[in-house]
């Protein structure tokens, strides 16, 4: 029995991922295609399942990016340094460039 609750603790596991990721994918998809109601719609589904994941956080702030909405891009990038998100992702990633001249956005690049 204890394996048969196991395997489905495994099963349920990998089927939040799916959804999270999914959910995830589609915030951004419907962001870039400018559909601000259905991304922060499938973003809000993603969050439920897991607020503080930093992959998802950076998948907000894209969101957000997407949106020109500069001040909740740069909270969402420094939750995602304090959770732990490479610098070099946050820096290199194409879709943040306007933010490079940030005084926030170059501190938030500095802290470990």
Excluded: W
Excluded at 58 to 86: E, M, S
């Amino acid at each position: 029995m204890r394996g048969t609750t196991s395997l489905s603790g495994e099963v349920y596991t990998a089927s939040v991922d799916r959804n999270l990721s999914g959910h995830a994918f589609m915030a951004v998809r419907q962001a870039m295609l400018g559909k601000k109601d259905l991304s922060f719609a499938a973003l809000n589904r993603a969050l439920r399942l897991a607020r503080e994941d930093p992959s998802l956080i950076f998948d907000a702030a894209l969101v957000h990016i997407q949106f020109d909405d500069r001040d909740d891009t740069l909270r969402l990038l420094a939750k995602c340094r304090v959770n732990g998100f490479p610098q070099a992702k946050i820096r290199d990633y194409p879709n943040f460039q306007t933010l490079h001249s940030d005084p926030k956005f170059q501190q938030l690049l500095r802290t470990r």
